[in-house]
């Protein structure tokens, strides 16, 4: 069975999820904090007569409802970035704190690792990993336009990266936000459930895991991993976290979300998982009138 | 191998600890930015300097061990291995705020023209070659970029790929 209709089972008001995920996403944008204030970019903003509106659970994050950015003053000089509400969930949760080493497994174009650059108030370093040199290119073009100094770029396989380049040193944090099947950026990508495959999802979900693995071990022991997705399949998340539960010394821990969500499933199909993916939060479109996206985060043991 | 194009090499402290003799130094870098725009050397205490290939600088944070080999480390910074050193318009948004001299404040569509790419006849009573460009953001004078003056014209030197005609 194809999306939207596999997930009536686990999705609360089903025809509101499937209306929501039928109607366009207005624009985003993050406050970059490396370059300016809050208050900075709404008197830009103000000056380039673009309206803004601010959202609940993030002071950063404004959504644009008439425009897109890129042709105004706060966007040249990289004031701000691009980025959808939900894409600004992970680095958030992972919170890393200035001085500390921060991995980004899958890193390309570079939202979420210049979020962390300036979550750290660019004072640290986040290596940023990816396993394709065009989205590097345009990963690049990010950093650099948003002023981040703290971010050093690999090209490589996730699933093997290498601690070498930088002294062999473990990370404090790692974000894993993986290639999935982008089910959740429906509003954004109307193709994205014809585009759809079981092979697709079967394939994938065999990557995720073994990143997610590499992730825990290269995060020194009470160090924190943060694993995200932007779809819905139980395969690319619940699942992921099952397996690595098993194999890895770590545990899902709670976290606070002002976005509405339901928490993780453990029950799917003909498979059960950790009773602790609980802890893992789901978000739907129709909820908060957003993407979807799937959050979890993890403890490296002592 | 230290040269090696796809290696950042660390610059070397000064004089006495240069290996390579066209590489340009820590302190020639501070140098270069305190005498050209009056940006203080301890503007920079935090970053260490790196060459990638023959000349292009890059500015990072950290302190991995030199040489490494990755894609990026931190932003570009300066162009040196030439006769006149050019900062990367990149490297003038972050740290230009700190500059006193050869920096050339310009009007709202002056500033436009110039992120349009577009060359100026402007006046300009200070030193030619590569200048600090501002324009008013936000109510204050903000670092948009790099500008060669030289014969009574500002040329934009606004990369191609970053150039942009502004909406306002």
Not at chain 1, 280 to 297: E, L, M, Q, S, V
Request: charged share 30%; aromatic share 10%.
């Amino acid at each position: 069975m194809q999306p939207p209709e596999r997930y009536r089972a686990i999705v609360d008001d089903f025809e509101a999820f499937r209306a929501a995920c039928e109607r366009p996403l207005p624009s985003a944008i993050r406050v970059n904090t490396i370059k300016a204030t809050v208050a900075d970019v709404r008197a830009a903003l103000d000056e380039a007569g673009v309206a803004y509106e601010p959202v609940d659970w993030h002071d950063a994050l404004f959504v644009l409802p008439e425009t897109s950015p890129g042709a105004n003053w706060p966007y040249f000089h990289g004031w701000i970035h691009g980025q959808e509400e939900v894409s600004a969930v992970p680095a958030t949760v992972l919170a890393p704190e200035p001085g500390e080493r921060v991995w980004d497994a899958c890193a390309a174009p570079g939202s979420k690792a210049t979020q962390l650059a300036a979550l750290i108030e660019d004072r640290g370093e986040v290596v940023a990993t990816d396993n394709n040199l065009g989205r590097i290119s345009a990963l690049r073009t990010n950093t650099e336009r948003l002023g981040a100094t703290s971010i050093a770029v690999t090209h490589e396989d996730a699933r093997n990266h290498s601690l070498k380049p930088f002294g062999g040193a473990e990370y404090d944090r790692a974000l894993v936000d993986v290639p999935c099947s982008c089910e959740g950026t429906i509003r954004k990508n109307p193709d994205a459930f014809e585009e759809w495959s079981m092979s697709h999802v079967r394939g994938i979900s065999g990557v995720q895991r073994d990143i997610l693995e590499r992730a825990v071990q290269a995060t020194k022991a009470g160090g924190t991993v943060v694993y995200s997705t932007c779809t819905f399949a139980p395969e690319e998340n619940e699942a992921v976290l099952d397996y690595v539960l098993e194999r890895e010394d770590c545990a899902l821990v709670d976290f606070d979300l002002a976005l509405d969500h339901r928490e993780g499933v453990t029950e799917w199909q003909d498979d059960e998982y950790d009773p602790s993916v609980r802890l893992a939060k789901r978000i739907y479109p129709h909820f908060n009138d957003t993407g979807g996206f799937f959050c979890a985060k993890l403890e490296v043991a002592q | 191998m230290s040269n090696d194009s796809t290696k950042f090499t660390r610059l070397p402290e000064s004089d006495a600890d240069r290996e390579a003799p066209e590489r340009a130094t820590r302190e020639e870098v501070l140098e270069f930015w305190d005498d050209r725009f009056g940006v203080p050397p301890e503007t920079f205490a935090d970053y260490t300097f790196w060459e990638r290939g023959k000349g292009k600088l890059w500015l990072y944070r950290g302190e991995p061990p030199s040489p490494v080999d990755v894609e990026a480390l931190g932003m570009t910074f300066l162009r040196t291995r030439q006769e006149h050193w050019k900062p990367t318009l990149e490297a003038v948004q972050r740290f230009g705020e700190h500059a006193t001299e050869c920096v050339i404040h310009l009007s709202e569509g002056e500033a436009e023209a110039f992120v349009a790419g577009y060359d100026q006849e402007l006046d300009w009573d200070g030193d030619w070659g590569y200048l600090v460009v501002t324009h008013e953001l936000a109510g204050r004078r903000e670092p948009v970029g790099v500008g060669l003056y030289v014969y009574g014209e500002l040329r934009s030197q606004v990369p191609k790929g970053r150039r942009r005609e502004l909406d306002n």
